[in-house]
């Protein structure tokens, strides 16, 4: 079955400090995603990553920067965390640049 | 750029009814076309998708048709229950293969008993 894992999945941070989320995935899915989703404005793309070390802005990179080390593996980082980034953030992973995306559970971020 | 425009707001139904939500998409070519479900306090799921003029797609009782003369993808279900009352959401490929999906706003679907 095929699972896209999201940790974690409920997190509270202080303005200012450092933010990891955590995202795998156990299909060696070549392509993984980052959205967050805010109440009437759907989903929106924060970074897509095409493979180990190739990542690419979406529409909303700016103040998040991505990892993938491993191909199971995407971290989405958000340095000195601010208010308005309080959101839910999906994960998602895809066989390839035309395939369907599969979602992750979330995690709910809590930026005080 | 590429759009998608879908039922506004939330669709009020009662169990056993008809369900259309409609989907128009703004693109060139012969892009994929996708629905997502939502249930509250979990992720997107892939409900089915179409990639081609006049091609169906279905699962679980929902069924939607690409039709690229009216450039629409409506998602229909000839009876709901309540078990799917969630968030439904229409989805654009990208056609210049980046990889990225272009969402709808998602219509919000509930279901009386």
């Known amino acids: 079955d095929m699972k896209v894992t999201q940790m974690p999945r409920y997190l509270i941070k202080r303005m200012g400090e450092n933010v990891l989320l955590e995202c795998g995935q156990d299909?060696?899915?070549?392509?993984m995603y980052w959205y967050r989703q805010d109440p009437g404005l759907g989903l929106q793309l924060i970074y897509i990553?095409?493979?180990?070390?190739?990542?690419s802005e979406g529409d909303i990179p700016k103040g998040y920067r991505v990892s993938r080390k491993k191909r199971e593996h995407f971290s989405l980082i958000l340095d000195s965390a601010k208010t308005n980034q309080t959101s839910v953030y999906f994960c998602?992973?895809?066989?390839?640049?035309?395939?369907?995306?599969?979602f992750g559970p979330g995690t709910r971020l809590l930026v005080l | 750029g590429d759009s998608v425009t879908q039922t506004e707001g939330q669709v009020a139904l009662s169990e056993e009814d008809f369900l259309t939500i409609h989907c128009n998409y703004s693109?060139?070519?012969?892009?994929?076309l996708f629905w997502y479900v939502q249930y509250p306090g979990e992720g997107p799921q892939f409900l089915f998708r179409?990639?081609?003029?006049?091609e169906k797609g279905s699962s679980r009782g929902f069924e939607a048709t690409y039709d690229k003369g009216t450039t629409s993808f409506h998602l229909r279900k000839a009876s709901v229950q309540e078990s799917d009352s969630a968030v439904y959401y229409c989805?654009?490929?990208?056609?210049?293969?980046?990889?990225?999906?272009?969402f709808g706003h998602g219509t919000i679907l509930r279901v009386h008993p």
């Open positions: 989805a654009l490929g990208d056609g210049a293969n980046t990889g990225k999906l272009t």
């Open positions: 299909m060696s899915h070549e392509t």
């Open positions: 990553s095409y493979d180990v070390d190739s990542n």
């Open positions: 998602a992973s895809s066989p390839g640049q035309q395939d369907t995306q599969y």
């Open positions: 693109a060139s070519g012969y892009p994929a």
């Open positions: 179409a990639s081609r003029d006049k």
